[in-house]
């Protein structure tokens, strides 16, 4: 089993990689095998050799939701570190090769190499930004649909029967008044001047 090819172990000393090869297990997959199931026991490191993986979550009717896929030189199984359940399932997409570190083995070596524990908090820490970044755009996708959702229903009241009926009806009796009002300010208009007329009728014949 050559570790050199992995990527957390790039640069390091031959013979500790070959000393953790050593105490590892190579194993064989076909497709589709279930390499690790969510909320199992956490016991080892699985690095990938050949092939790729699915790392997916399961909901309560059995629908999949894949987080993410890992191919050569990738590994997965890190969160095993922590001796809480494992949080994901992961299956083969095709058939591969892994090479199966168990825990104590790779907490010893992780102490021995502490750069591998570097990497591994590095690459810990980029999971947990790209998981932030996605929380973000998820709220920013639900906040959108919201507003969208709240145009809709908005338009479809305006577009109700009953609320297209009241706005008709508004609409008339508004004319309505508009035009009593210049009526009224019409037949205003002409009673004063008739008014006028009549004052000046009587003021002529007694001069």
């Not at 194993?27 to 956490?42: F, K, N, Q, S, V």
């Not at 080892?44 to 699915?54: A, H, M, T």
Request: aromatic content about 8%; glycine content about 6%; charged content about 25%.
């Amino acid at each position: 089993m050559n570790l050199a090819t992995v990527k957390l172990f790039e640069g390091l000393p031959d013979a500790a990689l070959r000393a953790l090869a050593a105490r590892s297990t190579h194993r064989t997959l076909a497709a589709h095998t279930l390499i690790i199931r969510e909320g199992d026991a956490p016991d080892s490191l699985y690095v990938i050799l050949k092939g790729r993986v699915r790392v997916y979550l399961t909901d309560e009717k059995g629908a999949e939701l894949v987080l993410t896929t890992k191919g050569p030189g990738e590994y997965f199984g890190e969160m095993m570190l922590d001796d809480r359940p494992r949080s994901a399932s992961v299956a083969a997409q095709e058939p591969c090769e892994l090479g199966v570190i168990p825990r104590q083995h790779f907490t010893a070596f992780l102490l021995e190499q502490p750069e591998v524990g570097l990497r591994l908090i590095r690459d810990l820490i980029r999971l947990g930004r790209g998981m932030n970044v996605r929380s973000r755009e998820e709220l920013s996708s639900r906040d959108k649909l919201r507003r969208y959702v709240s145009e809709l229903e908005a338009r479809s009241v305006r577009d109700a029967p009953s609320v297209r009926r009241w706005e008709y009806a508004k609409r008339a009796v508004l004319g309505l008044l508009l035009a009593f009002a210049i009526l009224q300010f019409y037949f205003s208009d002409v009673m004063l001047e008739m008014m006028s007329l009549g004052s000046a009728a009587v003021v002529f014949p007694g001069r």
